[in-house]
């Protein structure tokens, strides 16, 4: 009865929600029927159920191809690069911003820094390029300031290629990320940093021991929610930067599926793919949550 009267009460907010219910139905939940085709050897022209099932095959594929393992290491590498990069950052950001106290200048700042959140990958991309090519912007200050001889291309150093990917994530999203932790800041009582003022404590204690704490709670949401995305590292972001001489360090999960499975009309073994991705995701999520339940931390169930 209490969650069907607060249910009838909050009517507003739950037609709100409906569209977006919808959405994820129809999207997210549907669709995963067709992954009965990771069983099948799968053929445009026949029916979903005129398929020649082949059980695990195609599982046994995808363990046994050669490439997996430099994909699995690629994708977890970029991840854990832009996952780590992209939260220190953008909570270095926030707390910057938030000790700042000149008003329009924090605005001025704060709006420069997300902008790059609104641009597409495809124009986003082309600037890194360009900003790291032999003639780009990172090249001229390094020769003029005599620090190379000649112009390195970035580009075409496999061993940079992560770095690249995770500088470029960050550039793109820190902006935007700050926003959130700047939001979570708000809640934090001024009370508290008064009374530590007072007690003598600088503006680095205040932040280590009333700011921090704070947001931390925000900051193992976010973790946990982002632990989850780990296999499903950017596809078009990759995809837009990678080359012919960076490829073994470039091939990530999504390009695997789309160039060994789509582009060769391997259905099945792409929707194997897929499914090892989700399956993976679920279990780094529930694992992530597991572990800051039993630190005492905050968590998602």
Partial sequence: NSFWNTLVKQKALVLMAVPFILYKLLFHYVPIWGWVIAFQNYRPAKGLFEQTWVGWQNFQMLFEDPIFYEVLRNTLAMSVIKLVLGTFCSVLLALILNEVKNLLFKKFTQTISYLPHFISWVVAANLALNILSTEGIINEILL????????????????????????????????????????????????????????????????????????KPVI????????????????????LMMNGRVINFARVFTIFELDYGI?????????????????VSIILVFGANFIAKHMGEERLI
Wanted: zero cysteines; charged letters at 10%; proline letters at 4%.
């Fill in 144 to 215: 003029t300031l005599n620090i190379v001889d000649k112009p390195i291309m970035f580009m075409g150093i496999p061993e940079l290629f992560w770095w690249v990917i995770g500088a470029s994530h960050v550039w793109k999203t820190v902006g935007f990320g700050a926003i959130l932790y700047l939001a979570s800041m708000t809640s934090i009582s001024p009370s508290l940093y008064e009374a530590a003022t007072i007690d003598g404590a600088s503006r680095l204690q205040r932040i280590w021991y009333i700011t921090l704490p704070g947001i």
């Fill in 220 to 239: 193992i949401i976010l973790l946990i929610m982002n632990i989850g995305q780990l296999m499903n590292v950017g596809f078009e972001q990759i995809y």
């Fill in 263 to 279: 582009k060769m009309m391997r259905y099945s073994f792409a929707t194997a793919v897929g499914i090892f991705r989700s399956l």
